[in-house]
């Protein structure tokens, strides 16, 4: 397949001219890279009016996953913003509020966007057993709930590895005439499996996937997909929608990877030998690990998930696994007081597989539980996050009641706020969500009514609305 972008770039840089244009390194600098980082000069076309070699790159892409495709540099974020100014845009024209259902466990770009532009949420709230990375949603459960709204938006898969039943849902949401979205953030290696899992190809309407996380991207590297059977108003708005959020100088490493990260999908033999021999290597990995006696949750191929009941209580110290697995120099994709979460993709090694199963073999003899404990008693204290400042804990303890939503999401947003600590918040309205990141999932949104529950899942000062 060709790789125009990357062609393209390769051959200006080759020609070691004058580069009397941004960016200011002039393609000097410690490493390689910055030679090939370059900007909107003649001839390397513009991102959000895509017609030059960008835009083949794009028909590429969008050749390989059989729906229409488009770039973003700066991850899946903004293209779940363009997804929600197209729905308020289409809710425009038609002259109705958009209204939209949505697990509970949305990211905060989600949110944020909600916000900006003025969208209505009903939240799916997750169930006794999820914590909050995680909301199961079934058509069933959405069956007497769609009335009135413009689409369903669920995260699939989630920051756990839970997969949903796109299939399902695009049916019940097609037949009460609303628009199915995802956020496929995480799933971008789903199209290229021996079963396709691909959201597109299961009958959603729009999904974000963010390239860099699964695939060999840069990081800040994903797609826009639309469905081909979706009305022409997305496919048509949607330059229009990512370029309203994005930055107007995109990078062109970013760029570059994106398209030459077609090259290595197109090819057929690369593809099935390169996916589903790391989902099988996966696949052995997590049956070594159960037989060591390690809790796995959730479904999602390229992703592993350990639940613990208390990931610190190991060798009788105050450690997490996860920094116990540092000192094997393993680190992982996130972990907090009951999951551990690894994720992998074709460019990990036989041996980083060995060091990994050697890892945990060390603790698997260790003394410890893998069953929820209901009576854990935590010292936020001692967990404070020293980059953020706060602490964020999922014990199992679960919010049921929906927050009372005291203000609308905007006001909330652009109102004057104080910070106070998480014991005096309690009665007070969000001004800013509570996020660490990973997994960025808010517990409470903009405008809801604090609860004392807060206390179980943070430590550290709230942002609320200024009394």
Same mark, same amino acid.
């Given at each position: ?76 974020? /903004? ?222 191929? /390229? ?59 060390? /603790? ?36 049921? /009641? ?66």
């Amino acid at each position: 397949m060709t790789t125009p972008i990357f062609d393209f770039v390769k051959s200006y840089a080759d020609k070691n001219p004058v580069r009397a244009h941004m960016p200011g390194h002039k393609g000097r600098g410690i490493f390689d890279a910055y030679k090939y980082d370059i900007t909107e000069i003649d001839g390397a076309d513009y991102l959000s009016e895509a017609c030059g070699i960008i835009g083949e790159s794009e028909r590429n892409a969008s050749l390989i996953f059989g729906c229409d495709t488009f770039y973003s540099t700066e991850g899946s974020s /903004l293209c779940i913003r363009a997804m929600l100014f197209m729905i308020k845009k289409k809710a425009e024209c038609e002259k109705r509020i958009p209204r939209i259902l949505a697990g509970r466990n949305a990211h905060a770009s989600f949110v944020n966007a909600c916000a900006l532009l003025e969208i209505d949420i009903d939240w799916i709230m997750p169930l006794k057993s999820e914590s909050y990375e995680s909301c199961t949603i079934t058509a069933k459960d959405v069956e007497n709930c769609l009335s009135g709204k413009d689409a369903l938006y669920i995260t699939n898969p989630d920051y756990l590895g839970n997969v949903s039943d796109i299939a399902g849902l695009a049916e019940i949401c097609h037949r009460h005439g609303i628009l199915l979205i995802v956020d496929n953030a995480h799933g971008a290696y789903l199209k290229f499996l021996d079963r396709s899992l691909f959201p597109i190809d299961l009958g959603a309407d729009m999904c974000c996937s963010s390239a860099h996380k699964t695939l060999p991207v840069l990081t800040g590297g994903a797609y826009l997909h639309i469905n081909g059977n979706a009305d022409s108003f997305f496919k048509g708005n949607a330059h229009q929608a990512l370029s309203i959020f994005a930055s107007s100088s995109p990078s062109y490493l970013i760029l570059q990877s994106l398209d030459l990260c077609n090259d290595f999908l197109e090819n057929e033999a690369i593809k099935k030998k390169a996916f589903i021999k790391t989902t099988e290597r996966v696949s052995r990995l997590k049956n070594s690990l159960k037989k060591s006696g390690f809790t796995l949750v959730g479904d999602e191929p /390229l992703k592993l998930t350990i639940k613990f009941s208390n990931n610190r209580d190991i060798l009788g110290i105050d450690r997490y696994p996860a920094d116990i697995l540092k000192d094997e120099g393993i680190y992982v994709e996130y972990h907090d007081s009951n999951h551990l979460v690894m994720m992998f993709s074709p460019l990990n090694t036989e041996e980083e597989y060995e060091r990994i199963e050697s890892a945990f073999k060390k /603790l698997s003899g260790e003394k410890y539980s893998t069953e929820p404990d209901t009576n854990l008693n935590i010292d936020r204290e001692r967990d404070q996050d020293k980059n953020q400042g706060n602490s964020l804990e999922n014990n199992n303890r679960e919010r049921m /009641l929906k927050p009372v939503q005291s203000m609308d999401f905007k006001s909330a947003m652009l109102a004057v706020s104080e910070y106070v600590e998480a014991k005096d918040s309690i009665g007070r309205i969000m001004a800013r969500p509570v996020l660490s990141c990973p997994p960025c999932v808010p517990i409470y949104m903009y405008g809801e009514v604090i609860g004392e529950d807060i206390l179980k899942y943070y430590t550290g000062k709230v942002a609320v609305v200024k009394e």
